[in-house]
């Protein structure tokens, strides 16, 4: 297997499940766009805490997220009873892309709220052309 990291659009809402022993899952496709080539679409698998966590943060049909994982291709049998390769993830881990945390807070807010409260202010700036800089 490889190893991945993909930019891209999550294209359904996701559907958390349980496998035979009692195990969390979901699986979702992601679509790649890249300049002016056509779209690459990947099936992604998540397991265990990063189901919770991908729930937790409200990754839904059409967060844009960047994601890590294993990759192989695989055969895929249709519904029509076709046989097709298609590219297959194991999540590894996965956040928002810029400007899509505003739909959501960030892990940190959500798990380390009391540093969050207790950070410093950030400092002012200052000109060292104008003023004269602390020593």
């Known amino acids: 297997m490889a190893q991945i990291h993909v930019f891209g659009r999550v294209m359904h809402d996701l559907v958390p499940k349980e496998s035979q022993s009692k195990q969390p899952y979901v699986c979702f496709d992601l679509m790649e766009r890249s300049g ?14 990063q189901v919770a966590r991908l729930v937790r943060l409200k990754i839904k049909k059409g967060s844009m997220i960047w994601l890590t ?3 192989k291709l695989v055969d895929v049998r249709q519904k029509d009873g076709t046989t097709v390769k298609k590219l297959k993830i194991w999540l590894t ?3 928002f892309l810029p400007g ?10 959500q798990h380390d709220s009391d540093t969050a409260a207790t950070a410093p202010a950030p400092s002012e700036v200052m000109d060292g052309d104008r003023e004269s800089l602390p020593e």
């Open 93 to 95: 881990d996965f956040g």
């Open 36 to 49: 002016n080539n056509p779209p690459d679409f990947y099936q992604v698998w998540a397991r265990g805490d």
């Open 69 to 71: 994982g294993s990759q």
């Open 100 to 109: 899509q945390t505003s739909r959501a807070k960030t892990e940190c807010e």
